[in-house]
């Protein structure tokens, strides 16, 4: 009702708005990380046998900068895994969705550092700036600075790009696809996304059923559609066929159609709504197809 | 993100105005209109119509005819220009029950000012309209009931796609309470009528999950 309140507000007065903040602004905030002991709502929760020891769930800080700030950033990140395995194993990087924070997506995370068997791969998420506990502003490049800030922790640790697999969720996918195909820390070895958007332009003329810019509503630029001609890294993709948010004709279908690498896979779930992909798939078939794809 | 996007896209939903005439003005005479509303859409836990603000003013060349041009104060807040020129021409009066008849053709243009990129939408409307409450059937208040049918004639849209629909009806209800100065209009419009509203990044409200209902206010000045 607040954001209600103060919409109408900015609508009552004069004077051009910029929402590009808001667009990238979840508006779920917390007061401590809790990971596993996280009980708010999650999409899904895994049974004991997905649980990670203590000591592989790592939750700290790093500075973000993006190219032409001025300053960097705090962000919080989380690595689960054995740290000590960074220097030789194969690393995934998560990138998030837009709602809510790392703590939300711990059962993802967790899904994927199960993948193959029992605390096979370590996962590296991050809250974006003004996520989760992050500090501030949400920009686009602010977006790419955080995920590459991740990476470079990561290659810190003796990560080369061979072992990087960059897995993006919704809006991740923006982060993950464009750092896939403009390498800053390292270059990623395979690229991951699920529920992928392809533009904001698909999103705004999804909406109206006109032929809309998007420059009419922002000046995010986010074309996945277009970032993803330039990724040449092995590619797996998957979305719902019952995706309510995004439509996966003008969406996830076109971001596959533009991919030119030498290898990509399709995951078209069937009855799978754009968060639902995992449980809705399974999470054993979920995560068979990935482990195949990532030790292919 | 489904809020944040139902804000940004509904600010310039670009046939989301209430209909500007449905009947001619006066030879000579000008009107000026000020409306608020929008569709109705799912925003932090609620429905309500988006608070979309817009200004037309209208002039009688002749009798049956009328030109007029809208701006959208609202997406104009937000570094668009959208305008609607049009002109309004009476086919026919009401005869009884038998309402009248007008239509419109009319241009619906954006310019996005962050980058120049602009579009124009074709719109013809036909409105059939009863005068009451009066002695004669040409003043009093009146109700009205608009088809307004939009054309988006691109080939593509965005990411190299082909621009499948071309063709977006709307279909409105009205009620317009007559003042001596003054007219106080209320409007109910279902958007897009006939197209599924999901999947999509906006909660609608439609018609077993097509199109969208609107809701607008305009008060006018009779000049």
Redesign the interface.
């Known amino acids: 009702m607040q954001r209600t309140l103060l919409f109408l507000m900015l609508l009552a007065s004069s004077g051009c708005f910029n929402l590009d903040a808001d667009l990238l602004n979840p508006g779920d905030k917390i007061t401590s990380y809790y990971m596993a002991d996280y009980t708010g709502a999650v999409d899904f929760h895994l049974d004991s046998s997905y649980t990670l020891p203590k000591n592989f769930v790592n939750v700290f800080t790093l500075q973000s900068q993006g190219i032409g700030e001025a300053s960097p950033t705090t962000i919080y990140v989380a690595y689960l895994g054995d740290t000590t395995r960074i220097g030789t194993d194969s690393v995934i990087v998560y990138c998030h969705g837009y709602d809510h924070h790392m703590d939300f997506y711990y059962p993802r995370v967790q899904l994927l550092a199960n993948v193959g068997s029992k605390n096979r791969y370590g996962v590296m998420m991050m809250d974006y700036r003004s996520f989760g506990l992050s500090h501030g502003t949400p920009t686009e490049e602010g977006l790419y600075a955080d995920v590459d800030a991740t990476v470079n922790w990561l290659k810190s640790k003796g990560l080369t790009g061979d072992r990087l697999i960059l897995y993006g969720m919704s809006l991740g996918g923006a982060p993950a696809t464009y750092l896939a195909a403009n390498p800053r820390a390292l270059p990623a070895q395979k690229l991951i996304l699920e529920s992928p958007f392809a533009s904001t332009g698909s999103i705004t003329g999804d909406a109206t059923g006109l032929n809309i810019p998007a420059s009419a509503v922002t000046t995010l630029k986010f074309d996945n559609a277009q970032e993803i001609k330039s990724v040449m890294q092995p590619f797996f993709w998957t979305s719902g066929l019952n995706d309510s948010f995004l439509n996966i004709n003008t969406n996830g279908d076109v971001i596959f159609q533009n991919y030119q690498g030498a290898y990509g896979e399709a995951h078209r779930i069937p009855g799978a709504d754009h968060s639902t992909v995992p449980q809705t798939w399974g999470f054993k078939n979920y995560s068979d197809s990935l482990l195949k794809f990532i030790t292919r | 993100?489904?809020?944040?996007?139902t804000?940004?896209?509904l600010?310039?939903?670009?046939?989301w105005a209430p209909t500007r005439f449905v009947e001619p003005i006066p030879e000579g005479h000008t009107n000026i209109t000020a409306s608020l509303g929008g569709p109705l859409f799912d925003?932090?836990g609620?429905t309500?119509a988006m608070?979309l603000?817009s200004i037309a003013a209208g002039y009688g060349y002749s009798g049956s005819l009328t030109l007029f041009g809208g701006l959208h104060t609202?997406?104009l807040?937000?570094?668009?220009l959208q305008l609607d020129l049009g002109a309004l021409q009476e086919l026919t009066k009401q005869d009884r029950l038998v309402p009248a008849i007008s239509v419109s053709p009319i241009a619906n243009i954006?310019h996005?000012m962050?980058?120049g990129?602009s579009?124009l939408?074709p719109e013809a409307d036909i409105n059939f309209y009863w005068h009451y409450g009066a002695n004669d059937l040409s003043s009093g208040n009146l109700v009205y009931v608009t088809s307004s049918n939009?054309f988006?004639f691109?080939s593509?849209?965005?990411?190299n796609?082909p621009?499948t629909?071309h063709w977006?009806s709307n279909i409105a209800i009205g009620h317009r309470f007559e003042g001596t100065n003054w007219q106080y209009t209320t409007e109910l419009k279902y958007l897009?009528a006939g197209?599924a509203n999901?999947?999509?990044?906006?909660g609608y409200h439609g018609i077993s999950g097509n199109g969208a209902f609107g809701i607008y206010l305009g008060i006018t000045r009779k000049f």
Request: charged share 25%; glycine share 0%; net charge negative.
């Open positions: 993100m489904k809020k944040c996007f804000i940004l896209l600010l310039l939903a670009a046939s925003f932090v609620t309500i608070p603000t609202t997406a807040m937000f570094d668009d954006l996005a962050r980058d990129s579009r939408w939009w988006d691109t593509t849209r965005a990411d796609e621009q629909r977006f897009e197209i999901t999947p999509n990044a906006v």
